[in-house]
């Protein structure tokens, strides 16, 4: 039976994956048309499992013989968990090995199959970290750049650990072939400390006083529908002050936006001052100061996409300002929206060719001289650092941001994700050895917050988990 592109749509990818199959399809394949379409879906496709682990797999997986045509239901686990992916803000994930070989067991001892999720951690290098949501959207979770997992492999593909030998074991026990031989651990190396220097705001390098902003419209604009998919969106507008101050308020906004005001007339060229930040996930009204100032005050809006949900009711997961925004309780209007994507900066960037600019110019400043901090310093505004470091042998190594606030960072060009050590509990990022190269490597950083006093990071062996105060939550930011 020839099985019609309408039925797979339909019945394939909105009832089966949704979990919602009607069971007497395949109960009585022999009679009637649904037995015809369960024979022709079978002969296609085969409906497997996923469970907790240490959960009892064997009434699980004849459940799944509910779901298939006859004869055509292998026990599967699709996802068997060998750990758990980490939110910021959270304790490190992490499993018994022993506890976590022996689930494997009970499925491989009666002849079962399971994918193991995840044999090898790895690394959200960029902006490519993922996120989850609780009992509603703002209830938002986003992901560590490191995705570990706790896996057998680890994110820096080593295998010296209790987990891999334990699963190694009962693999090997119910494997009617030899296993390969067990690799050794990549080398890792410690580059010592890197001196870093600061080179620029993040708004002198957007041209603050004369900002043009590439989309312009009435209410804010999402991040999608300028273009842009992921970094951070800068939007801008003005409001008069007033004497006893502002209340601003953005009813939506996804996922972190950091506050700040200025006025052009004043004699450093209207520097941006930080007032507040609202969290996707804790969002209250802040409080905009009063400013003497002869012109309008400019409000500057500083969004980062902090990753995309990938699980449940709201992946549909639109980043940006969602919302109009109130000062003391009127819609602003009149808005300037500036992409800010900040790729790998080797790469050829369509949007926003100054950002291309940030990388050499922050590696010129640094081996100059250093921006004269007494004099330029201000609290929580966003800033870009660099310094280098010398490789004689090339190896694996890792960052360590301890003492550092959040931000992103760049090897060589490339960028190997968000730092948020003040919030934990990730303080070192992976650096894998191809990144590198002999001799001098260079590390530029964008600081959102507040630098390490002494501006310096160090190259590392090991990974961390440790930062963030254990009695902070991703909710209490």
């Not at 680890?154 to 030899?178: C, T």
């Not at 660099?386 to 003492?403: E, R």
């Not at 060589?412 to 992976?430: D, E, T």
Request: a positive charge; glycine letters at 8%; hydrophobic letters at 35%.
């Amino acid at each position: 039976m020839e099985v019609p592109e309408k039925l797979l749509r339909k019945e394939l990818f909105v009832e089966m994956l949704s979990f919602q199959v009607k069971k007497a399809k395949c109960q009585n394949p022999g009679l009637g048309k649904d037995g015809d379409i369960c024979l022709a879906l079978g002969a296609l496709i085969m409906i497997a499992v996923d469970f907790t682990t240490g959960d009892d797999p064997w009434p699980i997986f004849k459940l799944q013989k509910e779901f298939n045509a006859p004869g055509r239901s292998p026990p599967l686990s699709t996802e068997f968990y060998t750990g758990w992916l980490t939110h910021w803000g959270e304790n490190i994930a992490s499993t018994d090995a022993a506890f976590t070989a022996a689930s494997l067991e009970k499925i491989l001892s009666r002849n079962g199959s399971a994918v193991l999720y995840m044999a090898h951690g790895g690394t959200n290098f960029g902006f490519y970290s993922g996120a989850n949501t609780g009992v509603n959207e703002s209830d938002y979770k986003p992901d560590l750049t490191s995705y570990d997992y706790d896996a057998p492999i680890r994110e820096s593909g080593d295998v010296d650990n209790d987990k891999f030998k334990a699963l190694r074991r009962v693999i090997q026990k119910y494997s009617a072939a030899p296993l390969p031989s067990v690799p050794s651990n990549n080398e890792k190396a410690e580059y010592g400390r890197i001196q870093l220097q600061k080179t620029t705001f993040l708004f002198d390098i957007l041209g603050n006083k004369n900002l043009v902003g590439k989309v312009e419209s009435e209410n804010p604009a999402s991040m999608e529908s300028v273009g842009q998919m992921f970094g951070f969106l800068l939007y801008v507008s003005e409001y008069t002050a007033k004497g006893n101050g502002s209340v601003l308020s953005i009813p939506k906004v996804h996922d972190r936006a950091q506050v700040f005001m200025s006025c052009l007339s004043e004699d450093n060229g209207g520097r941006p001052r930080y007032v507040g930040t609202i969290g996707r996930w804790l969002n209250k009204p802040i409080h905009l100061p009063y400013i003497k100032c002869v012109s309008n005050i400019r409000l500057l809006v500083l969004v980062e996409n902090m990753g995309r949900v990938n699980y449940g009711p709201y992946m549909f997961d639109r980043k940006g300002i969602l919302s109009s925004v109130y000062v003391d309780g009127k819609p602003l209007r009149e808005w300037k929206m500036l992409s800010i994507p900040l790729h790998n900066q080797n790469e050829v960037q369509k949007i926003y060719p100054i950002i291309l600019d940030t990388y050499s110019y922050s590696i010129k400043v640094s081996a100059r001289k250093k921006l004269k901090d007494n004099v330029d310093y201000s609290p929580k505004v966003p800033a870009f650092y660099a310094g280098h470091f010398v490789v004689d042998k090339i190896k694996d190594t890792f960052m360590s941001f301890n003492g550092w606030g959040k931000g992103i960072a760049f090897v060589n060009k490339y960028n190997v994700g968000r730092f948020w050590p003040s919030f934990g509990p990730q303080c070192n990022l992976y650096v894998p050895a191809p990144i590198l190269r002999r001799g001098k490597n260079d590390l530029v950083i964008l600081e959102l917050e507040s630098p390490n006093p002494k501006l310096l990071v160090r190259s590392v062996a090991q990974p961390e988990f440790t930062c963030g105060s254990k009695s902070l939550r991703i909710h209490q930011l």
